[in-house]
Nanobody, 115 residues
Framework: VQLVESGGGLVQPGGSLRLSCVASGFTFSRYDMSWYRQAPGKERELVAA????????NYIESVKGRFTISRDNAKNAVYLQMNSLKPEDTAAYYC?????????WGKGTLVTVSS
C-alpha cells in the first residue's frame, strides 16, 4: 500500500497550489479520502474529505471557499486545490485513505506560505 503526495512548496500569500496524492496497492475507489495537515507545534487536523463516490466533500471552516478536494478514481488520485493561501496554511499536508478499520497514510508534502 502506498500513498504518495506531491505538489507542495513555497508560495506567497494569496497564491495557489495543487496537491496530488496517488494511491497504489488497494482498491482506491472503495475508500474515503482525506487531506490532513500538521503545523509545527500543533496537532494534525482534518482539512478536507471526500467520500468514495466523490460526493459530499467536507471542509474545515478555515478553508471553506478557498480549498477544493476532488478525486479521480480512474487515476487512483485525490487532489487538493488550494487558493488564496494564507501564512496560517503553512503545514505538512498528508493524504489519508480510510475504509472501515483500514487506515492508510502518506508521508506528507510541505506547504509554506510566506512572503
Amino acid at each position: 500500500v502506498q500513498l504518495v503526495e506531491s505538489g507542495g512548496g513555497l508560495v506567497q500569500p494569496g497564491g495557489s497550489l495543487r496537491l496530488s496524492c496517488v494511491a497504489s496497492g488497494f482498491t482506491f475507489s472503495r475508500y474515503d479520502m482525506s487531506w490532513y495537515r500538521q503545523a509545527p507545534g500543533k496537532e494534525r487536523e482534518l482539512v478536507a474529505a471526500i467520500r468514495s463516490a466523490g460526493r459530499n466533500p467536507n471542509y474545515i471552516e478555515s478553508v471553506k471557499g478557498r480549498f477544493t478536494i476532488s478525486r479521480d478514481n480512474a487515476k487512483n488520485a485525490v487532489y487538493l486545490q488550494m487558493n488564496s493561501l494564507k501564512p496560517e496554511d503553512t503545514a505538512a499536508y498528508y493524504c489519508n485513505a480510510r475504509l472501515w478499520t483500514l487506515d492508510y497514510w502518506g508521508k506528507g508534502t510541505l506547504v509554506t506560505v510566506s512572503s
